[in-house]
């Protein structure tokens, strides 16, 4: 067993996260990509125990989240600098993999694999 060893399992960790982030939010935190399991802590904030401006992100799985553009299984998921979801790559990083069919361009609900991989900016 190595001494150096800080987390077993880094998959949900406190990072920092935009002001208003709410618990079910993507996320991009320098090159990971996660979703918020607790809303931002605040100061003054009892409730969690995050520092003012973490909060508990999981890394890794599958989440149902809003996602703008029509996509079939295995098909990839944007995230822009307003950490909003799309099938638009020009600009934006990837952040996984979607697992459930939108049949239409709106705003809608699609089961997204987190991409684990690392930092990836699609080109234009």
Excluded: C, W
Aim: proline share 6%; glycine share 12%.
């Amino acid at each position: 067993m190595s001494f150096n060893e800080v987390f077993k399992v880094g998959n949900n960790i406190s990072l920092p996260v935009p002001a208003g982030t709410a618990s079910g939010d993507p996320v991009r935190v320098g090159g990971l990509n996660g979703v918020a399991q607790t809303d931002v802590a605040v100061a003054g904030d009892l409730a969690g125990l995050n520092r003012d401006g973490y909060a508990s992100i999981k890394l890794d799985g599958a989440h149902q989240l809003q996602v703008t553009g029509i996509v079939a299984p295995g098909d990839p998921v944007y995230i822009d600098s307003n950490l909003a979801l799309s099938t638009t790559a020009a600009g934006n990083s990837l952040f996984g993999h979607a697992l459930t069919t939108k049949a239409v361009a709106t705003v809608g609900p699609v089961t997204v694999r987190i991409d684990t991989t690392g930092p990836a900016t699609a080109s234009a």
